[in-house]
C-alpha cells in the first residue's frame, strides 16, 4: 500500500497525472481540491486517534535526537 505525502500529490495534479496511490486524511484537509481531482483513483485513509497519538510519540521522539 502507497502513501502520497502531499507535497508529492500537488505535484501529480500539476503534472496532471493519474493518481492511483492512497492518501490520508491530512492531505484532504491540506489540500481539498484533490476530492474533486478527476484522475484520483485512490483511498482516502481515515486515521484513528490511537494512529494520530503513536504520530506523536514518534516525532517527539525523533526530535529528541536532532
Do not use: H, W
Amino acid at each position: 500500500m502507497s502513501v502520497l505525502d502531499t507535497s508529492v500529490l500537488i505535484d501529480k495534479i500539476k503534472r496532471n497525472e493519474e493518481i492511483c496511490e492512497n492518501i490520508t486524511e491530512i492531505s484532504v484537509l491540506e489540500y481539498p481540491p484533490i476530492l474533486k481531482y478527476q484522475k484520483f483513483y485512490g483511498r482516502i485513509y481515515y486515521l484513528k486517534r490511537s494512529d494520530l497519538n503513536l504520530a506523536l510519540k514518534i516525532q517527539i521522539k525523533y526530535l529528541k535526537f536532532k
